[in-house]
């Protein structure tokens, strides 16, 4: 069964400091990798997705995402942080065959210190 | 373009009640999944339909059910609610049966009492 790992709970870091959210996934073929952004009381917004190619992927609000095959992984990167991007992050994989269901992280908090 | 639409925003219900949630998808989208995000257990697929057939389902009782109507529009029904219940309902909508990007709505937020 495919998983995903965010192994930070809660992240901290001042405005206009660099930003790396940690994703690690567990599937057995090419995984199809998302990540979201919800702000609090609002739903889920698409930032990024990779599904083939180029393993460093650019998304909406300055975000961007590498996907290395043999770590399991998918960070997430933003090179100086905004205030606005203070809410909660959502690595995400599915199959891309059969139910093509989303397997999502336990999320990772960012708070941004003026 | 109208983004996904679940309504209502908020629901309360008491233990053993009945709630009954709706999602719209997007104009075009046939295939509706529903998720639940409770506190502590992260966000986990519940339901997906397509055509107006339920396609599959998560690790979930059967008192979560739901149905698709002939406009693509969902509604999910959880029946003898119980307090674990008590979480964001997130609906989202793809285009088609095939695999793509899920867009989410804004959620309902089920409080059970």
């Known amino acids: 069964a495919q998983s995903v790992t965010q192994p930070d709970i809660h992240i901290t870091v001042s405005e206009g400091a660099s930003l790396e959210l940690r994703c690690n996934y567990s599937?057995?073929?090419?995984?199809?990798l998302f990540w979201y952004v919800q702000s609090p009381g609002q739903g889920l917004q698409l930032l990024l997705k990779y599904f083939s190619g180029d393993t460093l992927v650019q998304g909406i609000k300055g975000f961007e995402a590498e996907f290395k095959r043999s770590q399991s992984s998918f960070n997430l990167r933003k090179p100086s942080v905004h205030w606005s991007d203070a809410a909660e992050y959502f690595c995400?994989?599915?199959?891309?065959?059969?139910?093509?269901?989303?397997?999502f992280g336990k999320g990772t908090k960012l708070s941004v210190i003026p | 373009e109208a983004g996904v639409t679940q309504s209502p925003t908020h629901l309360i219900k008491t233990r053993g009640q009945q709630a009954t949630l709706r999602c719209s998808p997007i104009?075009?989208?046939?295939?509706v999944y529903w998720y639940q995000q409770a506190l502590g257990l992260g966000l986990q697929f519940l339901l997906w339909?397509?055509?107006?057939?339920?396609?599959n389902r998560g690790n979930f009782p059967p008192r979560f059910s739901g149905r698709q109507f002939p406009n693509y529009s969902s509604e999910l029904n959880v029946n003898a609610l119980e307090l674990e219940d008590s979480a964001l309902y997130l609906c989202?909508?793809?285009?088609?049966?095939?695999?793509?990007?899920?867009?989410f709505g804004a959620g309902t937020r089920l409080s059970v009492l």
């Open positions: 104009s075009g989208h046939t295939s």
């Open positions: 599937y057995g073929a090419t995984p199809y």
């Open positions: 989202a909508s793809i285009p088609s049966s095939g695999f793509n990007i899920q867009y």
């Open positions: 995400a994989v599915t199959s891309g065959a059969g139910s093509y269901q989303l397997t």
């Open positions: 339909y397509d055509e107006g057939e339920e396609r």
